[in-house]
Nanobody, 120 residues
């Protein structure tokens, strides 16, 4: 089994910054893609950013230039630095990882979610 544990998030004023971190643990053979998705009230979960084990990144258009995703392959962690936050960024942010386990089964894993609220 694999667990994703998120940290960070909270309340920030418009224009402010926050950092989300996620650590994966458990029966991990290899972590392929890691990333972040978000879900605002009454809306579907959508992609924020992903990063491959080789460091290739992909961002939603709405966060390009403001958010930066990074990962530490040795520590199985992924971080999302969020700058210039606006109220439209308010959502629950979910860590994601596509993991190959030690029994060589590959599947998606999700964290429990971290609330990010941007409000004055």
């Amino acid at each position: 089994q694999v667990q994703l544990v998120e940290s960070g998030g909270g309340l920030v004023q418009p224009g402010g910054s926050l950092r989300l971190s996620c650590a994966a643990s458990g029966s991990i053979f290899r972590i392929n893609t890691m990333g972040w998705y978000r879900q605002a009230p009454g809306k579907q979960r959508t992609l924020v950013a992903t990063i491959t084990s080789g460091g290739n990144t992909n961002y939603a258009d709405s966060v390009k230039g403001r958010f930066t995703i990074s990962r530490d392959n040795a520590k199985n962690t992924v971080t999302l630095q969020m700058n210039s936050l606006s109220p439209e960024d308010t959502a629950v942010y979910y860590c994601y990882a596509y993991v190959t386990s030690t029994v060589l089964l590959s599947k998606d894993y999700w964290g429990q979610g971290a609330q990010v609220t941007v409000s004055s």
